[in-house]
């Protein structure tokens, strides 16, 4: 169990860093200060408390991954079929093992 969510504490980690990364693009518009759209600014500090939370979440799943006893085991493979991205789904898996009714590689979709 430990690992496991380890494992997911180090996912929403690397996805409050890609939210990070964003920031730069979300927060240009057309040369306009922020300051001059309400709705706009409110939209940008929404963004930021999105990459606050992930980081939240991921430090407490992985404090919960290091007070759960050793012993604790969980089979997470039937909720590993949830997962559409096989390449997350695999990373959640773990090194050693490959997951069930996971989506093929491929899945990600560029619009």
């Known amino acids: 169990m430990s690992e496991l969510l380890g494992r997911i504490s180090i996912e929403l980690s690397d996805i409050a860093a890609q939210v990070e990364r964003l920031h730069p693009l979300v927060s240009a518009q057309s040369g306009q200060p922020a300051t001059s759209d309400p709705l706009y600014a409110q939209a940008l500090q929404s963004f930021d408390h999105i990459e606050q939370k992930l980081r939240c979440l ?8 290091a007070a759960a006893a050793p012993g604790w085991q969980l089979d ?3 909720a590993l079929a949830a997962i559409t991205l ?3 789904a695999l990373r959640l898996a773990g090194e050693n093992s490959a997951p ?3 989506a093929p590689a491929g899945d990600f979709e560029l619009f």
């Open 76 to 78: 997470p493979q039937a």
């Open 100 to 102: 069930r009714g996971c």
């Open 86 to 88: 096989s390449d997350l």
């Open 58 to 65: 991921a430090g407490y799943l992985n404090d919960l991954g």
